[in-house]
């Protein structure tokens, strides 16, 4: 019997949003100075009246934009570090501990980035499927490759990832709106499970 697992990150498995964190965690100074100057434009996403991907990458960029890949890969080993296992639930860890590996395939399918969430699908022993960063010449351009990994796009990256392979049961996690399309598609979708 082969199995896929898909979880995804922020909420499901963690307690907390990890973009806010790490962003943060990263340079706590310019961080406060930038949400004060995004405050309109999440005020907007609530009302769904801007582009998630557009908010996101500005804020993103804002604060990480033109930092070298050096630098954000060691401060993405130090956010690690510093929250592992903390910020993950402790079921959900328990959960991920008892996968058996040899029948089971499993990915960690995250809008986040993959700048401070590849350190956590190692940990978890997944693949990651992620909102990409794109760095050019070491340096970070503030942009994605390609789209932001929500909703539709995150079945579209599994659909990628596994084109090649069989499974009898695939098995999904997940705790918003945004992992609906993939829930949907699996054999099981559990929503808030690990709450």
Same mark, same amino acid.
């Given at each position: 019997?082969?199995?896929?697992?898909?979880?995804?990150?922020?909420?499901?498995?963690?307690?907390?949003?990890?973009?806010?964190?790490?962003?943060?965690?990263?340079?706590?100074?310019?961080?406060?100075?930038?949400?004060?100057?995004?405050?309109?434009?999440?005020?907007?996403?609530?009302?769904?009246?801007?582009?998630?991907?557009?908010?996101?990458?500005?804020?993103?960029?804002?604060?990480?934009? $033109?930092?070298?890949?050096?630098?954000? *890969? !060691?401060?993405? @080993?130090?956010?690690? %570090?510093?929250?592992?296992? +903390?910020?993950?639930?402790?079921?959900?860890?328990?959960?991920?501990?008892?996968?058996?590996?040899?029948?089971?395939?499993?990915?960690?399918?995250?809008?986040?980035?993959?700048?401070?969430?590849?350190?956590?699908?190692?940990?978890?022993?997944?693949?990651?499927?992620?909102?990409?960063?794109?760095?050019?010449?070491?340096?970070?351009?503030?942009?994605?490759? $390609?789209?932001?990994?929500?909703?539709? *796009? !995150?079945?579209? @990256?599994?659909?990628? %990832?596994?084109?090649?392979? +069989?499974?009898?049961?695939?098995?999904?996690?997940?705790?918003?709106?945004?992992?609906?399309?993939?829930?949907?598609?699996?054999?099981?979708?559990?929503?808030?499970?690990?709450?």
């Amino acid at each position: 019997m082969k199995k896929l697992y898909c979880f995804d990150f922020d909420g499901t498995l963690t307690y907390k949003d990890t973009m806010f964190m790490y962003l943060k965690f990263y340079d706590p100074t310019r961080f406060r100075l930038q949400f004060l100057k995004h405050v309109p434009l999440f005020v907007l996403l609530k009302l769904k009246l801007a582009d998630t991907e557009k908010v996101k990458k500005s804020f993103i960029g804002s604060i990480l934009k $033109g930092q070298t890949q050096e630098k954000i *890969e !060691k401060k993405s @080993r130090q956010f690690f %570090e510093h929250y592992y296992p +903390k910020i993950v639930r402790e079921n959900a860890l328990d959960f991920i501990q008892n996968i058996d590996h040899n029948n089971t395939y499993s990915l960690l399918v995250t809008a986040s980035l993959d700048i401070w969430t590849k350190p956590f699908a190692e940990a978890f022993k997944m693949q990651l499927i992620s909102t990409k960063a794109e760095f050019r010449n070491g340096v970070f351009t503030g942009n994605f490759v $390609g789209k932001n990994c929500n909703g539709n *796009e !995150k079945l579209v @990256r599994i659909q990628q %990832e596994i084109s090649n392979h +069989k499974y009898d049961k695939i098995i999904a996690f997940g705790d918003t709106s945004g992992d609906k399309p993939m829930l949907k598609w699996a054999n099981e979708g559990h929503y808030q499970f690990f709450h």
